[in-house]
């Protein structure tokens, strides 16, 4: 089973009481709410090769993320490494966005030059709630999966404040990890950007959401990852994302990441006892063009 076997039939999700979904790639989202407030979650349209990223330092792509991001009021970013946070310094520098993240993305955005009052440094020991316009948003401390040798957080740490202005890929340290759980007028998501998790921090009010954005990404390397986090969310729908190869550019096919096995994935959620649907997005980097056509 591929993907696009139960890709939704239109390029954005767009929920009943309109907040417009769109996959950005990775772990990334861009959350349009019906009355104007956009909410960015671990942005990252750049998508640096991978011989690049292994040799050289990386920079973002200055022009692709001006053409995907017309505006943004906030960033929420998940954890440090560079396929979530690399981009968000010059998103919101463009854009004005108050970024929320672990003290690493803070550090970062300092060393960029974003101003300290552009940037909130989040609570690693404790659910925080705060509002973006009609959302609602609390960001819940979470963990990384450990699939690097030794069973570990790869490229574990803080990015230090001293940084440089441009780092090499391994100096995106991992930093303090979070999950999102996001209120709008009601309808629930949540986005659980690294293949792992700790059930006593998630909140009674993200049981039962509407919409978990699940990253499936070296799941291999948590215990019972799928059936744990189904067990914990009891999702309405389940759309699964970070399963793409991140150092291919979203104008080629994609390419999934090895140990993907997205048959299994969605295996594994059909034998769950209350049986989520399952739903992918195309990656859509740019803007679709018009207004959305399909509701659901």
Request: proline share 8%.
């Amino acid at each position: 089973m591929d993907p696009t076997d139960v890709q939704h039939d239109s390029p954005v999700f767009v929920t009943p009481n309109g907040l417009t979904v769109r996959w950005l790639g990775t772990a990334g989202y861009e959350l349009t709410s019906a009355e104007g407030p956009i909410l960015l979650i671990d942005p990252y349209v750049t998508r640096v090769g991978l011989v690049r990223y292994l040799t050289r330092r990386i920079v973002p792509d200055a022009a692709l993320v001006a053409e995907a991001f017309s505006r943004a009021d906030a960033i929420l970013v998940g954890h440090s490494h560079f396929d979530h946070v690399m981009d968000v310094p010059l998103i919101a520098q463009r854009s004005g966005a108050h970024v929320h993240g672990s003290r690493s993305t803070a550090n970062l955005m300092q060393a960029m030059g974003l101003p300290a009052a552009q940037f909130t440094a989040l609570d690693k020991d404790a659910p925080t709630t705060f509002e973006v316009g009609p959302f609602k948003v609390t960001a819940v401390p979470s963990v990384h999966s450990r699939f690097a040798l030794g069973k570990k957080v790869p490229y574990a740490g803080d990015i230090p404040c001293t940084c440089e202005v441009h780092l090499k890929g391994s100096q995106y340290r991992c930093g303090d990890v979070f999950s999102f759980l996001v209120d709008y007028h009601g309808y629930r998501l949540y986005h659980l950007g690294s293949a792992n998790l700790i059930e006593d921090a998630i909140p009674r009010e993200a049981r039962g959401v509407d919409l978990l954005l699940m990253c499936i990404a070296a799941r291999f390397a948590t215990e019972r990852f799928v059936p744990r986090t189904l067990a914990a969310f009891t999702p309405e729908r389940v759309m699964p994302m970070h399963y793409d190869f991140m150092w291919r550019s979203a104008d080629k096919p994609m390419r999934l990441l090895p140990r993907t096995d997205f048959g299994r994935l969605v295996a594994e959620v059909r034998t769950f006892s209350r049986e989520p649907s399952v739903l992918t997005l195309p990656i859509l980097v740019r803007p679709p063009a018009g207004p959305p056509s399909q509701r659901v």
